[in-house]
Each structure stands twice: as C-alpha cells, then as structure tokens.
C-alpha cells in the first residue's frame, strides 16, 4: 500500500490532474455505455411486448446478451466509405456527435457528492453541449454526399434548432424558481417532500421540456431525420459498421441524458419520493432505500426511457410543418405564459416550492 | 503551470483554425474552422474565469448562428475555389493586412495590458460570474439592456415580415393549414356513399 502511494506521489502533479480526470471520466463513461446497451435490449423487448412478440430471446438467458452480440457484430462489419464523399468529414461526423453527448455528463450530479464537475454554470454548459450535437448530424449528412442524408440533415438543424428553444424557456421557469445555474443546487431546491419537486409549479414547462427533449433526440413521434418510409434512415444512410453504431450510441446516450435531466430539474433528482416521512427512512435496512441516493435518480431515468419507448410504440409520426407549428406556435407560447405568470408569483411573494 | 499547458494547446489550436478559416478552398472547411475557432476560443474564456461570456459564446455563435451559416453553405452548393488573381490583388492585401496590422500593435502595446496597470481583481473562489452578471445587467444597464432587446424585436418582426409572401390577389388567401379545422372534420365532409345499381 505505501508502496503505491509512494508511486503514487512520484508522478509529476499535473500528469496526476490528468490520470485523476481521465479515471473519473471512464467511471462515468463505461456505465453510461452498459446502460445505452441495455437501453437498446429494453427497447426491443418493450416494444415487442406492446406489439405482441418476444423480442430478442436467442442470445444468453431471455437474451440478456444480445446487445453484446449486436456490439461485435457491428465491430466486426466493414465501415464503407462512399467515393465521392468527404472522407475526413465523414469520418469526424460520429465523433462530432458522440462526443457532446458524452461530456455533457460531467454537471450531472448523481447523488449529493458524486458529480464530476460542480461548476456554478452547470445549467448554461448543458444548454451549450446539448446545441453542439447538431453539428455531427449535419455534417454527416452533407458529408455522405447523398440527397436523403442531405434532407435529413436540413430536417433535423432546423428541428433541433427550433426545439432547442422551447427547451431552453422551460429551463429559464427551472432557473427562476431554483435561483441557480448550479445542477446540485437545483436539485436541493427540491427539497422537503415529494410536493416540493418543481413538476408540480411548474407542471406545463415539466411537459414542454420532455416533449422537446423527445424531439431534440430526433425519437419518435419526432423522427423526420430517420424516416424510413421517406429517407430510408436519414443521415446514416452511408454508414455502415462501428461508424453506424456510433451515432446510434449518442442518440442513446442523448435520451438518457434528456431523462436525466427532466428528473434533476422537475422530479427532484436523487431526492427520495419518501423525503419527509421519517418513519419510513429510519427502519435499518429498508430506510436505505427509501432514503436519498442514486438509486432514485436511477429510477426515474428508466422511467423516462420507458416513457420513450411507449411513445414509440404508441405514436404514429408527425410530418415535417406539424412538428415546425407544434415547436413554435404551441410549445414556446405555453412556456412564455408559464414563465409570465411565474414572474407574477415570484414577484408577489408566491412561492410554493418553498 | 497545468493551466498554462492548457492555455498554450488551446492557443495554438485557435491560430491554426484561424488559418484555416481563410485558407481552406473548400467554404465548408472554412465554415468549421470558424466553428472550431469560436470553441477554442470559449476556452480560453474559461481559463479567464468568464464562464457565462464562454458559454453565452458556445450558446448564441456556435449553437445557433453557426449552424444557419453552414446550412446556407451547404444548400449553396459553392464549387471549390481556384485561387485565381492572386498576384493581382497582392498589393491591396498587403496594404490592408500592414494597416490592421499597424493598428492592432498599436491598440495592444504592451503597456496598455501591464500587469502592473491591470492587477487581477482579487476574487473569492465560490465567485459566480453569471449572478454579477445579472446584477448589473438588471440594475445599473436596465434601460441600455431593454432598449437592445427592444431593438432586436423589431427586427424579428422585419425579418418576418420581408420573408411573408402575399400571393396574388386573384388567388385566395395565401395557402395556410387551419389545424382546428383539419381536427373537427367528420366522415359526413369527405365522404359520400352513394347507392347505384350495379351494371
């Protein structure tokens, strides 16, 4: 052990910074992509169960492996790059996509000390990663030189860049009721019982922001880019292999962020339903659960992937100008209402989530 | 010294986009090059401790007026540019860049960002930028600030309207979707059953 610390303290101090980082990073990192895989594998096995089929049961017990199986098949497939591509951009696009994807991880806190970076901006910095997955998307489709990338791509900036604000006024009522940028804060806000949690005060900005949330990650009913009766897929039309799999792997890890996200800013985040109810927190092994933690973050994360998925299942899509006129004439109204009359109450006094 | 380390990386990535803003042939290299240019360049905002002017940068530049850009270049279809004329314009270019130049040595001399002129305000650690921010913002500049967003307003209107095509007056109304009423049609509108022999 001192054997190790003593290696430990050798190492020059901005070369320990980096290691620190990087191990926080793959702590992060490495359960967020199991949880993508199993996302996938609860996809196919909800919506088979809605439909009336058995969904994947070949591979391992109930076919619990078969996200590992598609995992190796899709390494093992060869990445064709079109001709007349552009081979660089083409390549780039899946990282570009990827990558904000995943960074936006870092402000999310996962119980009250876990969170990687507690920065006093953490709202802002999710609102600026969330806007730069556009960029992997339409590069991707302008890239693959193809006509159905390319109106996929055109679909999806301006579906993205319309949603976005919705989503960023519902994150405005979030920010005037919490009084801060900071995630953890937010979430502490919420504190006191279930009723203190900001879905109920602020119950129209709680649904704008799923439903652009659900738009914002190009998921049914609100998936023009991927339409497959009109575009075949969209802006992965041209990619094959692990450069398919990688866009896939960001719009997963997109959804759960947006869960994530609806459950920190209205559901309390890692703040127990039960809070409050002492009685129930202090019987010795139980009252672990019912108390506060990751554990109930988790929860309402799958709650929201299942909500994603019975969209899916339920939904037929919208065309293209009824997803515009839903974006900017219903949802941004009810949020500038929602906003207006909160000022009003805050203004006046009126607090309920005090 | 980590900080600098970082300041250095993040410096030479913004001259090289830079560069390559003006080099690239291709107008969509360009296009992201200015895009990795703005990024960088929050970046070393955040070094500075600016992280709401950073973030706004990321927000507003490159999340927003970026993408427009690159749409418009993309549905352009620009053909690469052949460099052509370049002797030709030479002079001028050189006299402007000697200009901008000139004035840039002399707006950042040196002794107008003197450390010594310019000490670092003394800030606690849990300072938040974006609240100071707000203070001021809502307070001390609230006409200068509503009067902006007034202004910008009026230009939302403009620019709507300059895109609001009239049609003809002989054609109807301009052709709009009524949702509501595209939601309250009955069987009774579109269909009609009609009994006939068969023949």
Redesign the interface.
Known sequence: MEFISSLWYAVP??LR?VIVILLQIVAVVIPLILTVAYTTYAERKVIGFMQGRMGPNRVGPRGLLQPFADTVKLLLKEVIIPTKS?RY?FLLAPILALAPAFSAWVVIPFSENMVLAD???GL??I??LS??G??GI??AG?ASNSKYS?LS??RI?AQM?SY?IAMGFALGGVLIASNS?NLNDIVRAQSGSIFSWFAWPLFGLFIVYFISGVAETNRAPFDVAEGESEIVAGFHVEYSGIAFALFFLAEYANMIMISALTSIMFLGGWLSPFQGLDFLINIPVIGLFFGNGIHWLALKIAFFLLLYLWFRATFPRYRY?QIM?LGWKVLIPVTFVWIFFEIIAVALGWQPWL | MFEQILFYWFTAVLLLAAIGVVVARNPVYSALSLILAFFTMTALWLLMEAEFLAIALILVYVGAVMVLFLFVIMMLDLKIVEREGFIRYLPIGLGVAGMVALEMIMVLQRSNFDSERYVAPDIPADFNNAEALGELLYTHYLYPFEIAAVVLLVAVIAAILLTLRKRDAADQAAKTQDIDQQVRVKREDRVRLVKMKSE
């Open positions: 101090e901005t910074i552009d951009l920065i006093n901006a802002l910095f609102l600026a806007s730069l556009v960029y339409i590069i302008w390319m791509a055109m900036g860049v976005e940028l100008d006129r």
